[in-house]
């Protein structure tokens, strides 16, 4: 094997590559075209295209395609081969600018959310040259976004490129102000750490429900969970190991900067976190390396699942989503600093921070609501659906000080040099971690850990960019008007920590007491996703995105109707799928064992009536009385769904799903676990959650 320094980004036209088989102009011209979105003239981006081209059939490509994010949270793909006829009947390989700049596609099956009523069905993928174009599977992938002809954003990356243009213009606004000059650019980092479980294919193979929805339905609770602790951070089994060994290599390819990896708290699970990027770029390789898993898996006869509550009784998965702002100097706008000055900049994009997420607390929740999230939030294993800050110690009391006008006492602690006027002494380093809050400050970043595992990061990082970026302008109006700016800034951020302190929280976010405290002070808490997404459509919130013209209302107004629907049509996957394991797996199977049971009960009577029947007897009738019930229970689901059939309005049908359909597959679930516990293993149908949490040794 080559080594890792000449495996990464083998598989991707990078600067280093661009450097090689540009010529100079048209290198120039790239770059401009990658650092200010400049767009690039045909004749140039013919030259790029041949390079492209030639590049990748040297790297065995046949074909290209344009790679885009519709609505789905999915990536998609449409090949074409690069093979263009002679008149000789021959074939040559061609790739033009054209084909690279734009794609026509057509959308009429992605969610488009009633903009396709609207609009034309066809729409178009534009190239965004901010993220390299690369290789995979034999395919030049290059990067864009999707759009309709109307132009309404029709995919993920769209808003998010809009929201960093947006977060960049009004950081430099605020960034002139503390006199830095030679800033030129600020751009948003992120570092999203992926959890996933690990399988035996074969076993994943026999479950419908894994197969269908991606998680289990039943399984009754094994002998042995997590409560030993054992699995977190443990020795990585030799099966696994061969598998991250794969994995890394096929994301190094792709210039992925896969750098930790360990086990998680759930048997069978595990987590990977890359270094983090360029908020675009850690969006689309977040994208990659969710594929990568997955398809790597199947090559070691593993599935991956990358489900949010896959097992019930053990962790589901999450993906923290770490954020930053740094600039073009290579400044993190999240860390203290040393001089005064970079202190007092710190504490404002802090207030920043802490204002936007208190002013869209809903529009976070909103932006990680789904199905399959629901069962982590608020379930004493992930943050609980109420949005809060955690700061740390240290930092809570520095802005306590600061509001109340009084010197903070740093006691022993490591100083920083600062004095800016009022601006208080305070140490570098915050206190120890706290894992229980959804939008914890850690070092010199915020770590947003509410998403789920399946979760595309592009949607919470748009509405942090965006809600971050209406606060900095805000901030800009007042301080480029001041006379006085020291004390306006003082002002200003004594008036923002006095204003947005409730949404800061420092205790443990898994205590029920918190709910309690939550509600005192008005934060909202909205525990499902069908309570979560209207927060999409509210008033405030589309003014927020139309006014920075990240999206439009219409294109809000698709984007709550298709994360709707997704719910519900999930939810109705699940409660079919259940359904039919139901009636065609386990009432026969149990049905068979009861009579198993009777027989071996009349054989033995027919030979003495002294010989004890009690086992068989009792058990007998457990199982039957829980088939039973198990009857009952899925005609009532089967009633249930059937009535959701009828509902039209998407909004009506959500909460049918959660108070209706949702409680009818509980009830189903609760009666087949406790069959399960009592059927003897040869008659059940399915692998057991032990055989599906330890299964791969
Ligand atoms: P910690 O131990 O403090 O969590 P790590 O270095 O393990 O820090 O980082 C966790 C994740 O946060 C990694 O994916 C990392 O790349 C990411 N991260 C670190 N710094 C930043 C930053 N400035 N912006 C965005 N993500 C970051
Ligand atoms: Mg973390």
Request: with cysteine.
């Amino acid at each position: 094997m080559s080594s890792v320094t000449e495996i990464f980004g083998s598989m991707v036209f990078d600067d280093s590559v661009m450097r090689q088989r540009l010529s100079e102009d048209t290198y120039k011209a790239m770059q401009k075209t990658i650092q200010d979105g400049r767009k690039l003239d045909i004749t140039i981006a013919n030259s790029v295209a041949n390079a492209m081209k030639d590049w990748a059939i040297e790297k065995g490509a046949t074909h290209f395609t344009h790679w885009f994010q519709p609505l789905t949270g999915f990536t998609a793909e449409k090949h074409d081969s690069f093979i263009s006829p002679t008149k000789d009947g021959k074939i040559i390989m061609e790739f033009s600018g054209k084909e690279l700049v734009k794609g026509e596609s057509d959308a009429s099956s992605f969610p488009s959310g009633g903009l396709r009523a609207t609009f034309e069905a066809r729409g178009y993928t534009a190239w965004d040259a901010t993220s390299y174009a690369f290789i995979k599977d034999d395919t030049l992938c290059i990067p864009t976004a999707f759009c309709s002809f109307g132009g309404e954003a029709l995919d993920m990356k769209t808003p998010l490129l809009r929201s960093m243009e947006l977060i960049n213009k009004q950081s430099l606004r605020v960034l002139k102000l503390f006199g830095n000059e030679n800033v030129t650019s600020v751009k948003t980092t992120v570092g999203p750490e992926q959890e996933y479980f690990l399988i035996p294919r074969e076993l994943y193979e026999a479950r419908k429900d894994l197969v269908y929805t991606g998680r289990t339905l039943f399984g009754a609770k094994p002998p042995k969970g997590q409560e030993l602790d054992d699995h977190y951070y443990g020795q990585i089994k030799p099966r696994v190991k061969a598998y991250m060994k794969d994995l890394n290599k096929e994301l190094w390819k792709l210039g992925i900067l896969a750098k930790t990896e360990h086990n998680e708290g759930a048997p069978a699970q595990h987590e990977l976190a890359p270094i983090f990027a360029t908020t675009n770029i850690a969006c689309d390789h977040n994208q990659l390396t969710m594929e990568i898993m997955q398809k790597v898996a199947k090559k070691h006869d593993l599935i991956c699942l990358l489900h949010e509550k896959p097992f019930e009784g053990v962790n589901g998965s999450g993906k923290h989503n770490n954020w930053s702002l740094s600039t073009n100097t290579g400044v993190n706008l999240l860390d203290p600093g040393e001089t005064p000055y970079e202190n007092a900049q710190f504490l404002l994009f802090l207030c920043a921070v802490i204002k936007a997420v208190d002013e869209y607390q809903d529009l976070l929740r909103a932006s990680v609501a789904s199905a399959g999230n629901d069962h982590r939030l608020g379930a004493h294993e992930a943050p609980p659906a109420v949005v809060s800050m955690f700061l740390g110690d240290e930092l809570n009391e520095v802005l306590d000080a600061i509001e109340r006008g009084k010197e903070y006492d740093s006691k022993e602690k490591t100083l920083m040099k600062i004095g800016v006027h009022t601006l208080p002494r305070f140490s570098k380093d915050t206190t120890d971690r706290n894992r229980t809050s959804p939008f914890a400050f850690t070092n010199n970043k915020f770590e947003f850990r509410m998403l789920g595992s399946s979760l595309s990061v592009t949607g919470p990082n748009f509405v942090i960019n965006t809600a971050v970026a209406d606060v900095l302008e805000g901030f800009a109006d007042i301080l480029e008007n001041a006379t006085d700016f020291e004390t306006t800034l003082n002002e200003l951020i004594i008036d923002t920590i006095k204003k947005h302190k409730r949404i800061i929280f420092n205790g443990n976010g898994y205590d029920d007491a918190w709910l309690l405290e939550a509600e005192k002070r008005g934060l909202s808490n909205l525990p499902t996703t069908p309570d979560a997404l209207p927060a999409l459509i509210s008033e405030k919130n589309i003014e927020l995105f139309s006014k920075h013209k990240v999206l439009s209302e219409v294109e809000l107004r698709a984007r709550y109707e298709i994360n709707l629907e997704n719910y519900c049509k999930i939810i109705n996957i699940e409660a079919l799928t259940m359904i039919e394991m139901v009636k065609r797996d386990i009432l026969p199977a149990v049905s068979a064992y009861g009579r198993e049971l009777t027989d071996v009960i009349l054989s033995k009577k027919g030979v003495s009536s002294a010989l004890d029947c009690s086992y068989e007897e009792e058990t007998a009738t457990s199982v039957s009385c829980l088939t039973g019930e198990l009857f009952a229970n899925i005609k009532k689901l089967d009633k249930i769904v059937s009535e959701s059939e009828s509902i039209t309005d998407m909004s009506k049908l959500s909460f049918f799903c959660k108070d209706s359909i949702i409680p009818a597959m509980k009830a189903v679930r609760e009666v087949t676990d406790a069959l399960e516990v009592v059927t003897a293993s040869e008659f059940w149908p399915y692998p057991t959650y032990g055989d599906l949490l330890f299964g791969v040794r």
